[in-house]
């Protein structure tokens, strides 16, 4: 049997949630995988994925230990699922006042309505036929409602854990936001490899629909490691004066292709973008980032940058699309590389396409490598080569987790990354 | 403390220095002034150890060791500080670590313990008390959208808590106002001990109304042409640098 040829459906699933596995099942079905003669996936070759992954049944799912940098939490709610399937021993679900949450599987009446009303209807495009995979293997999933003008200060914390301990595992993820006119959210998605090496397939895609006037916090963190192969997307869209503010990060594995798109569909909406991505060793990562500017009077921060080490290689393609009613769009992209090494390659394309005449835009990628002067500034000031390369490696990056609203996650993105650019500890002392 | 010998040093494949010989002893204060493009702040960065600066011929020794043969890290582990002209901003570290990593690697390399948080943190208050930069400066990032006198006072600060041997001061006075200027030399002047070594590169005798040097000397195509007292540097504030250059030449 081929890559994923007959995803598993779980057979309980309810009757809203079968016919859409049908429909994108048929779609699957339907496409075929990119190949490196597809434009979007050019510098992204599907090789490593395999023929013998298999979805984890509820009852194989051995209950595992949260890790330690996670013990803590992020001060919220927070669901886990391990290998795809949800763990409420690990999980604390403390609602505050106007903070629905729940999985497909558990959803009210109402509940599933509004998911059945919404769910699958940003994606598509770029992110076939990944999408539709994930539509086809729906087993689970999250969804979130915030209701109008509800001032939702604790983050939801959602995490993925990959274990695949015993075989070559597939996991499919979804998450549906639905942001009510005026409200305000912080929602945190997390990706992380329990034991490092084995062999996964995750597809996670996530839709955010933020009405008039909404303000979300998001944050999208892949730290799943070794043979971890990710393919997945999120899409948002914006109404009127909506304002999503996203952080993406991804450390690297086997392979990690995340496509982003953002539809501002009301004026005055307002997207901030940042990422970061991290391959070493021979991983990839692949971050394509489509932002539609539909409608006048939208604008758009985007700022992505990675660090490229040993023989990793990594892709950026950045799309700004402005369609001819959007006038007043401003819109910026910026994409930093530094390569930490002669072996290391990154590929990135930053793309302006404008139709529309009265508006402000910028774009630019640089890829470099490790500033000699501010290296040679720490080293006259006493600090070690390595040292300092660590040093300047974490400030590249720590400009963006600095920017972060939520707290308790720069607290724990900061060791993380200054341990990261670190052969040993001692080289990160200063940071931490 | 420090003795050039004959330097000759090149950048970009073009001869700057030419048989410099200089020689400060320990708690001299020396001023070199001299024309654009005379080689001044070569000098520094050749005694910093900047990548990219070639010494041709001659040799530097620092207390009795061969400065030119250690590593940037090392010679300022070993107490030289050059305060740059133009000070590197480094978005994303904070001061506070930087000075720290910085602290921690000179005490470390001299055998003194290193200074626990409270007592590191008390010390950098007080240099930048000292230097009229607000504290708030240390959570911010290296140099990271200071002005141009407010990099110039962090390097004082970091001149304060290295507590170096021999400072190299390039062009420190550069585009300070003279309150600034003020803060400056007061900073330094507060660091002389009477064993501790300044050399003061400068386009300005104005600087030296505030720090007085021990010796002045003239600085052009690359070697030292007129070394004196105080007095030198008021005559080359009056008179300008032609007439000694065409002297020399």
Redesign the interface.
């Given at each position: 049997m081929g890559f994923m040829e007959q995803p598993l459906a779980e057979a309980r699933a309810p009757h809203w949630l079968q016919s859409l596995q049908a429909r994108g099942q048929s779609r699957w079905s339907a496409g075929k995988l990119p190949t490196r003669r597809t434009e979007n996936w050019k510098y992204t070759p599907l090789t490593g994925l395999r023929d013998d992954y298999r979805v984890a049944a509820a009852s194989d799912v051995a209950p595992a230990k949260l890790p330690d940098a996670l013990a803590q939490g992020l001060g919220g709610t927070r669901l886990v699922f391990v290998d795809g399937v949800y763990q409420p021993s690990l999980s604390s679900v403390e609602l505050p006042e106007g903070l629905q949450l729940c999985r497909f599987a558990d959803a009210s009446d109402a509940q599933a309505a509004l998911i059945a009303e919404h769910l699958d209807t940003l994606v598509g495009g770029q992110a076939e036929p990944f999408a539709s995979l994930n539509t086809a293997t729906l087993r689970d999933g999250v969804f979130l409602h915030v209701a109008a003008n509800a001032d939702v200060q604790t983050p939801v914390h959602l995490l993925w854990l990959v274990r695949a301990a015993d075989a070559p595992t597939a996991i499919s993820q979804r998450v549906l936001v639905l942001a009510e006119s005026g409200s305000r959210a912080t929602v945190v998605e997390q990706f992380l490899s329990l034991n490092g090496a084995e062999a996964s397939f995750t597809s996670g895609v996530t839709e955010l629909k933020l009405e008039a006037n909404a303000k979300l916090h998001h944050y999208r963190l892949h730290e799943e490691s070794g043979e971890a192969i990710h393919i997945g997307a999120v899409h948002a869209r914006l109404e009127r004066d909506a304002n999503l503010d996203s952080f993406h990060l991804a450390l690297g594995s086997r392979l990690k292709r995340v496509d982003v798109v953002v539809h501002h569909a009301g004026p005055g909406a307002h997207a901030d973008l940042n990422g970061v991505y991290l391959p070493r060793g021979d991983e990839h990562i692949d971050y394509h980032t489509t932002i539609e500017h539909a409608v006048p009077h939208c604008t758009t921060d985007e700022v992505f940058r990675g660090i490229v080490g040993d023989k990793a290689t990594a892709v950026f393609n950045g799309r700004i699309h402005i369609h001819p009613d959007a006038q007043k769009t401003r819109a910026e992209l910026s994409n930093r590389n530094l390569l930490t090494s002669t072996e290391a390659e990154v590929n990135t394309k930053p793309e302006l396409e404008i139709y529309a005449d009265d508006v402000q835009c910028a774009h630019g990628a640089t890829v470099a490598r490790i500033d000699?002067?501010?290296l040679?500034?720490?080293?006259?000031?006493?600090?070690?080569?390595d040292?300092a390369e660590v040093?300047?490696s974490?400030?590249?990056?720590?400009?963006l987790i600095?920017g972060m609203a939520l707290e308790p996650l720069r607290e724990y993105l900061r060791p993380l990354l200054a341990k990261r650019f670190a052969r040993d500890d001692t080289l990160a002392r200063?940071?931490l | 403390m420090l003795k050039i010998q004959n330097l000759h040093a090149r950048v970009e494949g073009k001869d700057i220095l030419r048989g410099l010989d200089l020689q400060i002893g320990p708690g001299e204060v020396h001023a070199i002034m001299g024309p654009n493009g005379s080689g001044k702040s070569t000098l520094g960065h050749v005694l910093?150890?900047?990548?990219g600066y070639e010494v041709t011929d001659g040799s530097v020794t620092y207390r009795g060791e061969d400065l030119l043969a250690m590593?940037?890290?090392e010679?300022?582990?070993s107490g030289v500080?050059?305060a740059?002209q133009y000070?590197?901003?480094?978005?994303?570290?904070s001061n506070m670590?930087?000075l720290?990593?910085?602290v921690?690697?000179?005490r470390e390399?001299r055998g003194d313990a290193a200074l626990d948080a409270v007592t590191f943190m008390k010390r950098a208050r007080e240099a930048c008390k000292a230097a009229d930069l607000p504290v708030d400066f240390l959570k911010r990032?290296v140099n990271e959208g200071f002005s141009g006198g407010e990099k110039k006072r962090n390097e004082l600060i970091?001149m304060m808590l290295?507590e170096p041997s021999l400072c190299l001061l390039d062009e420190t006075d550069s585009g300070l106002d003279i309150d600034a200027l003020q803060v400056v030399a007061k900073g330094v002047n507060s660091l002389r001990d009477g064993k501790r070594s300044f050399v003061l590169v400068t386009h300005y005798q104005r600087l030296l109304n505030y720090i007085e040097p021990d010796h002045v000397h003239v600085l052009a195509g690359g070697r030292i042409v007129r070394s004196g007292d105080k007095s030198l540097a008021l005559d080359l504030e009056e008179r300008g640098y032609a007439w000694l250059e065409d002297e020399v030449a």
């Open positions: 000699d002067l501010a040679h500034y720490l080293r006259t000031r006493g600090v070690s080569r040292e040093m300047l974490f400030g590249f990056i720590n400009e600095d200063h940071l | 910093a150890g900047r990548p590593d940037t890290e010679r300022a582990r500080f050059l740059f000070p590197v901003e480094i978005p994303g570290v670590e930087f720290k990593a910085s921690d690697a000179v390399s990032g970091q290295l």
